[in-house]
């Protein structure tokens, strides 16, 4: 087993920071419509819209749980692809535990839900696009892909050293 690693853990953090914001944005694709009547007729409630995709209050209730139950999935899935990656290249399972606790303060503190970098990261779509269906679309898969390729890297770190030995 190697030591603990700080370069490993920066990059496997912000390799999951960027996977869990992925998923999350895929997320919201898949539940613009609802997001953007949520938001347009909040007030009124009583909108064609609104009527239409939260007939209960059950419904309005479980609306937002239900959204973000997925920075929870995709904290799961990052922690289990972290935990492979370690054991496969014989990392400390301490990377692991650390990574793991610093994941879950940040969850704890709605990181991912009220977060500035949040924000920053959602602005990434409107770059492309002025449809929020369209920026969460492209957010997502970009975001997903770079924090996939962030662990990947993380652990194969050798790929950039140029030194001959």
Known sequence: ????????????LLGIILLIHGILQLKFYTVAEEI??????????????WNRLFPTME??????PGVYIWIFLGL???????????WKNKLSPLNT????AILYILLRFKF??????????SSFGGLF???????????????TFIGILILWI?????LFNFKKH
């Open 1 to 12: 087993m190697k030591k603990l690693n700080i370069r490993v853990i920066l990059l496997q």
């Open 36 to 49: 953007i009547c949520a938001a347009n007729h909040f007030q009124d409630q009583k909108s064609e819209c």
């Open 59 to 64: 419904s309005n209730l479980s609306f937002w």
């Open 76 to 86: 799961f899935a990052g922690i289990i692809i972290i935990t492979f990656l370690n």
């Open 97 to 100: 535990i650390l990574i793991s």
């Open 112 to 121: 991912f839900r009220e977060g500035r970098i949040s924000h920053l990261l």
């Open 129 to 143: 696009s002025d449809n929020f269906k369209t920026q969460c679309l492209i957010g997502g898969i970009s975001f």
């Open 154 to 158: 993380s652990v194969n770190q050798n």
